[in-house]
């Protein structure tokens, strides 16, 4: 079967996030050894920066901040905060 180029929904927004998540559970040594180091800060903000294009880019700031999704923007936005302190 042949893979479609485009992707949508959950599979193709969390992909970053899910393959770093693999990285851990497949070689749980070599990530622990990222804890605690610039490396490890910024794999994380990059993470964090791919999943607010991903957020932002599917609606406009002024929908991204309605009701329904408040919450995720807000999760986002903290992520990627916090994120950036950890690097600094």
Known sequence: MARSETRTGVLGELELPFLALLLVM????EAMK??????????????????????FSRASL???FDQ?????????????????????
Do not use: M, N, W
């Not at 497949?26 to 040594?29: D, F, L, R, T």
């Not at 919450?71 to 302190?85: M, Q």
């Open 34 to 55: 990222l804890r605690d180091t610039k490396e490890g800060a910024a794999i994380s903000l990059l993470i964090a920066v791919y999943l607010a294009f991903q957020h």
């Open 26 to 29: 497949v070689a749980p040594y």
């Open 68 to 88: 329904g999704s408040i919450v995720a923007t807000l999760a986002v936005i903290g992520i990627t905060v916090a994120s950036v302190l950890l690097l600094v």
């Open 62 to 64: 002024q929908q991204s």
